[in-house]
């Protein structure tokens, strides 16, 4: 069965710095995709990044870019330039056609 | 644009009571998704409805647990009767299009289900 992990449950760091979340996941498969929600407290969840899993080049967007290492099926998240918004439990998730699947989640606090 | 919304946000109910939890896709979505998260651990799959048909409840944990989606618009998940071990939030999502892993899942904001 495929399992997805995520080895920090809570992490913080100071605004304006870049904190990097792990991921991890065992799968058996060779088309799937990988994405990190955001849930910001109270609010709903958000797709913040996805990544293809056909494709070598790491997806970005703006200050949310991922380190994709498909041989040792690592999926992490680079969060740059930390703002206090960005503090939310982020959530790492696999799907294939089907079977879709999530982290345990990492809080993340921001400090100002 | 709307986007997919849950009711009610909280519940609290005593064990052998019944709930039922309400989603409202985004409008023109055929795909809509439960999950549920216990405290401090994974988002679990539920099940997924294309329109109004199951496309795939292999996640509903047991038969207290019936989810419906008449019409192919909103859906209602219904525990009855709720035990303690299904605490927890109860998160539904829609997305477009069918059958593609691409398709991107928009969440709504949950149901925390506490039972007593």
């Known amino acids: 069965a495929q399992t997805v992990t995520q080895s920090q449950p809570e992490m913080s760091v100071q605004e304006a710095e870049t904190v990097t979340l792990s991921c991890t996941y065992d799968t058996s498969e060779s088309d799937y995709y990988l994405f990190w929600y955001k849930q910001p407290p109270s609010r709903q969840m958000i797709l913040v990044i996805r990544q293809e899993a056909y494709k070598q080049q790491n997806a970005t967007e703006n200050r949310f870019s991922v380190n994709f290492q498909k041989a040792a099926k690592s999926f992490s998240l680079k969060i740059s330039d930390s703002q206090l918004g960005d503090a939310a439990m982020y959530f790492c998730a696999y799907r294939s056609s089907h079977d879709m699947r999530f982290g345990a989640g990492t809080r993340l606090t921001v400090k100002p | 644009e709307a986007g997919v919304t849950q009711f009610p946000s909280h519940s609290v109910i005593e064990k052998g009571q019944t709930v039922t939890l309400r989603c409202d896709p985004i409008s023109g979505h055929d795909n809509l998704y439960w999950y549920r998260r216990v405290m401090g651990k994974e988002i679990k799959f539920l099940l997924h409805f294309v329109k109004e048909s199951k496309q795939d409840e292999s996640g509903m944990p047991n038969n207290r647990f019936l989810a419906e989606r008449t019409g192919g618009t909103y859906s209602t998940l219904k525990v009855q009767p709720a035990e303690l071990e299904d605490s927890g939030v109860y998160f539904c999502?829609?997305?477009?299009?069918?059958?593609?892993?691409?398709?991107?899942?928009?969440f709504g904001p949950g149901t925390r289900l506490t039972v007593l």
């Open positions: 999502a829609s997305s477009q299009v069918s059958g593609m892993v691409a398709d991107t899942q928009y």
